[in-house]
């Protein structure tokens, strides 16, 4: 089997590139020939396996000179957003995109080509290269871009909808791919998500420390619910049984979207009541071993598909609370039961990612009652993630 993995973004940095490179990995372990198409800068580490043969296109150069487009309004690196792009900017990004794409087919001769987003760049190559399977995977964000941007929106939909199969992380998604693009249910398939278990694992117990160690990962950003997650620690420091400061330390980790919010968010926390440290973006065998060593994950993010970092967390052994986000406790119930996990509910949406601002001080102080139960909660409960692994999700998409 010879596979040809693309995506218009770095291969490694945010959710969709970690799914695409563990997958490459996989296909790597059992034998097969590979390729990868990425847009990347021209001093990015690229980590893939020994004997895939990369194809990058570079950006902020002559050919195109621009950051890289991304799937997110805020990307952990210097990014374009596709609402932003001029009929010239697209032009470009197809031209620089094909070429290469073109150049890999001729070289791998591909069984079948892997895109990743249902999106542009997806949408060109299933043009393009009609001779060929083309698979999609759906990652929240093009649902979200289709929503917002109206960005060759026609176009897009329908070649998409050529897909000769579509991958979504679970049933939610399904819905959007057929609202959006009115995609044949035929071909859609809901694979979930896998994660390392080699790297993301528990010890037997927790070490102790004296204090609670609360983490979140992601992006630092507002619409990852950062702001409000600061703010609720004033809510809990004013509660009669609240923490004293020297029992609670707030951890961060991940690298800036916004560099405004950032900067914002770096203000927030000199006037908040407990220490909240920011890691910056960890290694995977890092940030597992930050989830070891901490009691709570928290993801307060008011818009994700199926993040990969809540299961990352609950294998290392945390108790999570995270926003009650669309068809995720379903999938978790189903796939990785038995761990403690508080549900908070939505607050006011608009614009498919955007709390409405009247609504956020009481989805705060929602926050701030489940964050107080996990650190009053002694009881230990382990999610049993057994059944969530790469190497299924890779069965599932060549079978």
């Not at 929503?147 to 998604?173: C, H, M, N, S, W």
């Not at 609202?179 to 278990?197: F, L, Q, T, W």
Request: aromatic share 10%.
């Amino acid at each position: 089997m010879k596979i040809l993995s693309i995506t218009a973004q770095k291969p490694s940095s945010t959710g969709s590139g970690i799914y695409l490179t563990e997958l490459v990995k996989e296909y790597a372990r059992q034998g097969f020939c590979q390729a990868v198409v990425a847009g990347v800068y021209k001093d990015d580490p690229i980590e893939l396996p020994d004997g895939v043969d990369f194809y990058p296109v570079y950006f902020e150069n002559e050919r195109l000179p621009y950051p890289i487009v991304g799937m997110s309004d805020e990307m952990p690196y210097r990014s374009t957003r596709y609402c932003d792009m001029t009929e010239e900017m697209t032009v470009q990004f197809e031209s620089a995109f094909l070429e290469m794409i073109a150049r890999a087919v001729e070289d791998a001769a591909p069984d079948v080509i892997l895109c990743h987003h249902l999106y542009l760049l997806t949408a060109v190559v299933r043009e393009h290269f009609p001779q060929y399977p083309v698979y999609g995977f759906c990652h929240n964000t093009d649902l979200r871009q289709m929503a917002k941007t109206e960005l060759k929106r026609e176009y897009i939909a329908g070649q998409i909808r050529k897909l000769d199969r579509i991958f979504v992380p679970q049933e939610a998604q399904r819905e959007g791919v057929l609202a959006i693009y009115h995609a044949d249910p035929e071909k859609i398939e809901s694979v979930g998500m896998g994660y390392n278990s080699k790297i993301f694992y528990r010890t037997e117990a927790k070490q102790e420390y004296g204090i609670t160690r609360i983490v979140f990962a992601g992006k630092i950003a507002e619409k990852k619910g950062v702001m409000s997650l600061i703010r609720c620690l004033s809510i809990l420091h004013a509660r009669e049984d609240r923490c004293k400061k020297e029992e609670l330390l707030v951890l961060l980790a991940g690298s800036a979207g916004n560099q405004e919010e950032y900067r914002s968010i770096q203000d927030m926390v000199k006037e908040c009541p407990y220490e909240v440290r920011f890691l910056g973006r960890l290694a995977q065998p890092d940030l597992a071993e930050v989830y070891r060593k901490s009691d709570i994950f928290v993801l307060p993010s008011f818009f994700d598909g199926l993040p990969l970092t809540v299961i990352e967390a609950l294998a290392c052994g945390d108790r999570v609370v995270m926003t009650d986000l669309p068809g995720i406790r379903e999938w978790i119930e189903e796939y990785a039961p038995g761990g403690d996990i508080r549900f908070v509910a939505m607050p006011q949406m608009r614009n498919t990612d955007e709390p409405v601002p009247e609504s956020l001080p009481e989805f705060e102080e929602r926050l701030a009652d489940a964050l107080l139960a996990g650190i009053r909660t002694k009881e230990r409960k382990f999610a049993d993630v057994s059944g969530i692994s790469w190497e299924k999700i890779a069965g599932r998409v060549i079978g």
